[in-house]
Each structure stands twice: as C-alpha cells, then as structure tokens.
C-alpha cells in the first residue's frame, strides 16, 4: 500500500472531543485525480478528505486522522449530527460513471482495515455518502462493491433469506439511516444494497433491512412494525 502525503489546508479540529466512530466513502465526481487533489486542496472550496485514492491504487492523504476534514457536510448517521467530527473521509477518484479500478479497491480495502483497527471501527460504520444524506448524496454510486468489502470483514451486507413485515422506515432508523422521505432512504438503501433494483417498496427491501437492524442496531429499540 503506497501511501504518499499530499496536505491540505482544509481541516480543523474534532468538535466536542469527538473521535472517529465512521468511515465515509465517497466517489470525486470528477475526470482525474488530480483534479479531485486540487479541489480538495484549494482553500477556497472548503472541502477536503482524510484520504484519496487514484485509480492505479496510489493514496494520497491530505488530513491527518486525528483531524476534522471537510467532507461530509450536513447529515446524519445513528442519530448523530456533525458526522465530520465523528468521521474519517475517504474519497475515490471516480468519475460518477466509471466502474471502479481493481488496484483502488484493492488499496481501499488495506487502508480501511488499518483506519479501522486504528480506531477500533466496526464494520457497520463503514457507510456511503448517500447513507449520511440520502436526500442529496449518491455517492459511491451503484458500481461500487460494497458486497466485497463485506466479504473482506470491511463493511456489512444484509440476509434476506426470510420474510419479513418491518416497517421499512423504522428498521432504517434502527440500523442508521437519518429520519426522512420513504423514497429518499430507499434509493439511499438500494444505491448500497440493490443498486439495479427498481419500483417501489417491496418485500426483499423490508427482509434485507430487517435484517441490518437486527443484527447491527444502532438504536437499542428493536425495528416493529
């Protein structure tokens, strides 16, 4: 794992002695690496993360861990606010579209595990962009694998072997999502979970939601119906 510094300004300190609880991963949206690098470097945008990794696997780290970086923005996770507190940031450099490089989730999954046992994160919080902000947020999209990260011990993935009448929205909330619009969590839920699912609401969203919450609850009250 080649890991070269790059800093950025953008940074500041953890509010409230916060430390990191989340890994957020997030897709540039943008041609080139080093277009994301300049962005995210560039006083003026305000925005920056802990880590970028390039399409030929080379990580950059622009924020130290111990720091606040700026990517998250507004949202919410396990009922929580100020997620760029709570949060390291690791962005990829991809263009929204692309499918994601071999080498990048190769060196994504050996940086994860390190931030992980680093910080003593567990593997349910590791979460997308689009989890924290289903109502503005799609990133890392439908091409990334979140399933092989949960094979690696790198991220979850729900069982829907059996059926299930869970209200959908309260198992969500169970499991982490913010409180909001039906439509907007389970487009956030599929872009994770069923990305090339469509129509609306149905039985294998509610068993695999189910499932998440149940075995990965952030809020001791169990989902009901």
């Not at 940074?11 to 990191?20: Q, V, Y």
């Not at 277009?35 to 780290?61: F, Q």
């Not at 919410?76 to 709570?86: A, H, L, Q, T």
Request: net charge negative; aromatic share 8%; glycine share 8%.
């Amino acid at each position: 794992m080649q890991i070269v510094d790059h800093p950025s300004p953008n940074f500041g300190e953890r509010r409230n002695d916060a430390k990191p609880e989340l890994i957020v991963i997030h897709y540039t949206a943008m041609a080139t690496t080093q277009l994301a690098a300049d962005r995210l470097c560039d006083p003026a945008t305000e925005v920056s993360a802990h880590y970028l990794i390039a399409e030929d696997g080379k990580i950059l780290r622009l924020i130290a861990e111990d720091c606040r970086a700026w990517h998250a923005g507004a949202g919410e996770w396990g009922g929580k606010c100020d997620i760029n507190s709570r949060s390291i940031g690791i962005e990829l450099a991809n263009d929204g579209f692309s499918p994601f490089a071999n080498r990048q989730i190769d060196a994504l999954e050996s940086l994860l595990a390190g931030v992980m046992a680093r910080w003593r994160i567990p593997m349910q919080g590791v979460i997308a962009h689009s989890d924290m902000a289903p109502q503005r947020k799609t990133d890392p999209g439908p091409r990334f694998d979140w399933r092989r990260l949960a094979l690696s011990g790198l991220a979850v993935w729900p069982d829907h072997s059996g059926a299930s009448e869970t209200d959908f929205m309260s198992a969500a909330r169970c499991f982490g999502y913010p409180d909001g619009p039906t439509e907007d969590v389970l487009r956030a839920f599929r872009l994770r979970f069923r990305p090339w699912a469509t129509g609306p609401l149905d039985a294998t969203d509610r068993a695999m939601i189910a499932d998440l919450a149940a075995r990965y609850p952030v809020d001791p009250a169990p989902a009901s119906a």
